[in-house]
Every structure is written in structure tokens, then in C-alpha cells.
């Protein structure tokens, strides 16, 4: 019975200071090997693992900040060839109305230079259409007047007009 008061009298009132301080010191142990292997590590961990995000948030920002920059850049790289573009076509308009113009007054000076020829070869073949049929028309008279002369003439006539001839083209000279 004794050995079970001090047990009940060491749980009913009574501190045990060796548990206690056991306790303690076993408790402090530890957390020293709790910090030197599990916390220590695991902070180095947490440390690496904060230096990585801020890295890959500093990277993404430079990341954003150069996309950014390169968007703008193509923007104004667009621009800037539209620009060029619009220019390309108004340069070629120009030119094309500029051509479209020459080919105009071209077309227009042969076709004149080609109507002034018509016009030309035309007077000529009419001239000497003309002149074609004057000489027909005058060796047709001499036939005609020759036919009518051997037939109306005697030869006393015929003698007459041949002299009278002769003497109006010895006046002449």
C-alpha cells in the first residue's frame, strides 16, 4: 500500500522534477534536431523554392515587358509597310495614268500621221486616176476626131488644115 500512495500521492499533488526536467531537455534535443535536420533544410528548401518564383517572376515580367516591346515594334513595322504599301500604289497609279496618257497621244499622233498618209495616197490615185482618164479621154478624141476627119475631109481640105497649121506654128515662134 505504500508503494501505491507515493504513486497516487506523486499524481495527485505532487511534481515530479525529474520527468519534468527530462521531459524538457528530451523536448529541447528535439527541436535542435528538429532544427538542424528537418527545419533547417526545409527553410534552405523554402528559401530556394521563394528565390525561384521571384526569379521566374522577374524573368515572365522582363519576358511580358519584351514582348511588349517587340509588339510595338511590329505595330509600327506594319504601319510603316502599309505606309510603304499605299505609296507603292499611288506611285503605280501615277505611273499607269502617266503611260495610259502617252499611249493616248501616241495612238492619237499615228492615227493622225496615218490619215494625213490615207489622205495623201488618196490625192494622188485620184490624180492620176485623173490624169489616167484625161489621156484616155484625149487619145479617144483623136481616134474619134481622126475617124471623122478621113471621113469628112478630101484631100484638098486636108491640104488646107496642114498648111494653116504650119503657118500658125511658124507665128507662134
Same mark, same amino acid.
Request: overall charge negative.
Given at each position: 500500500? +505504500?508503494?501505491?500512495? +507515493? ?11 525529474g520527468? /519534468?526536467l527530462?521531459?524538457? !531537455?528530451?523536448?529541447? #534535443?528535439?527541436?535542435?534536431l528538429?532544427?538542424?535536420? =528537418? ?6 528548401i523554402?528559401k530556394?523554392?521563394?528565390e525561384?518564383?521571384a ?12 514582348? *511588349?516591346k ?8 506594319l ?5 510603304e504599301?499605299q505609296?507603292? /500604289?499611288e506611285?503605280a497609279?501615277?505611273?499607269?495614268d502617266?503611260q495610259?496618257d502617252? !499611249?493616248? =497621244?501616241l ?8 490619215r494625213?498618209?490615207?489622205? +495623201?495616197e488618196?490625192?494622188?490615185?485620184k490624180?492620176?486616176a ?6 484616155? #479621154?484625149a487619145t479617144? *478624141? #483623136?481616134? /474619134?476626131?481622126? &475617124?471623122?476627119?478621113?471621113?469628112? +475631109?478630101?484631100?484638098a481640105?486636108?491640104e &488646107?488644115?496642114?498648111?494653116?497649121? /504650119? #503657118?500658125e506654128a511658124?507665128?507662134? &515662134?
Open positions: 500500500m +505504500l508503494t501505491s500512495s +507515493l504513486v497516487l500521492g506523486a499524481t495527485a499533488g505532487g511534481l515530479n522534477t520527468d /519534468i527530462f521531459q524538457l !531537455i528530451m523536448f529541447l #534535443v528535439l527541436l535542435a528538429l532544427k538542424k535536420y =528537418a527545419w533547417g533544410p526545409l527553410m534552405g523554402m530556394q523554392r521563394e525561384h518564383i526569379g521566374e517572376i522577374d524573368a515572365a515580367e522582363k519576358s511580358r515587358t519584351e514582348a *511588349s517587340l509588339l510595338e515594334e511590329q505595330r509600327e513595322l504601319k510603316q509597310a502599309r505606309t504599301a505609296g507603292l /500604289i506611285n497609279k501615277k505611273q499607269g502617266i495610259r502617252e !499611249i493616248i =497621244a495612238a492619237r499622233t499615228e492615227s493622225d500621221r496615218i494625213e498618209s490615207a489622205k +495623201l488618196i490625192e494622188m490615185q490624180e492620176q485623173v490624169a489616167a482618164i484625161r489621156e484616155q #479621154v479617144l *478624141s #483623136v481616134m /474619134i476626131a481622126s &475617124k471623122v476627119i478621113e471621113k469628112e +475631109l478630101s484631100a481640105d486636108q &488646107k488644115l496642114i498648111n494653116d497649121y /504650119i #503657118v511658124g507665128d507662134g &515662134k
